[in-house]
């Protein structure tokens, strides 16, 4: 069975340090990957997706991730952390035969001043 | 690129009483549409999706049930709610192989 975890309930930084939001994941055959981010009260925006080509995947508000498929890992990363950054960050992998979202439990992610 | 939107908002409906949350996506034709719940601000669990007008897969057995009348359009229906219910309703479209997008999500509290 596919399935992602993210082994973290809550990662705390400080503003302007650089951050690692960890997610692995286990299918079979190549993954499709995502990383979506959720502000209190709002729907979940997307933020990066890995399909194929270059394991280091850039994506919006300065967030990059990179997919290692030996380690089987999909960490979410950003140089220096903002206030603005804390939110819940799920990962994700779609199932290849339904094309279903499999996401993690989520992340928490604290960036105090 | 598509927009979601999600109607209403909040709400607020006592035991036993009926549901309808509405979604409705505008950008794009044909696309997967998706129906989750968040319970606790954490995980999302998905309820039903749709691949096309009248194609309802449900996920997880429960009190609810989905309906798509129109390519656009999918609706999340209760005949009774139970207090288990209660939670933030996310409807989701996907058109291709490309990533799910998501409406602002209605927060649903039953009393």
């Known amino acids: 069975a596919q399935s992602v975890a993210q082994p973290e309930d809550q990662v705390n930084v400080a503003e302007g340090n650089p951050l690692t939001v960890k997610c692995t994941y286990s299918?079979?055959?190549?993954?499709?990957l995502f990383w979506y981010v959720q502000y209190p009260n709002r729907g979940l925006q997307f933020l990066l997706k890995?399909?194929?080509?270059?394991?280091l995947v850039k994506g919006s508000y300065g967030f990059e991730a990179e997919f290692n498929k030996s380690q089987t890992s999909f960490h979410l990363k950003k140089p220096s952390a903002l206030v603005s950054d804390s939110a819940l960050y799920f990962c994700?992998?779609?199932?290849?035969?339904?094309?279903?979202?499999?996401f993690g439990q989520g992340t928490t992610l604290q960036v105090k001043p | 690129s598509q927009t979601i939107h999600q109607w209403p908002a909040t709400l607020v409906q006592p035991v036993g009483s009926p549901l309808s949350l509405e979604c409705t996506v505008e950008?794009?034709?044909?696309?997967?549409l998706y129906w989750y719940r968040q319970a606790a601000g954490r995980g999302l669990q998905l309820l039903f999706y749709?691949?096309?007008?009248?194609?309802i897969s449900s996920e997880v057995p429960q009190n609810l049930s989905a309906s798509r009348p129109q390519d656009r359009q999918f609706i999340l229906s209760s005949k009774k709610l139970l207090l288990s219910d209660s939670g933030f309703y996310l409807c989701?479209?996907?058109?291709?192989?490309?990533?799910?997008?998501f409406g602002p999500g209605t927060r649903l509290t039953v009393t």
């Open positions: 950008g794009t034709s044909n696309p997967n």
């Open positions: 299918v079979s055959g190549n993954p499709y």
């Open positions: 890995y399909i194929t080509g270059d394991n």
């Open positions: 994700a992998v779609r199932d290849r035969s339904t094309g279903k979202l499999i």
């Open positions: 989701a479209c996907r058109q291709g192989y490309h990533e799910q997008y």
């Open positions: 749709s691949v096309g007008i009248g194609q």
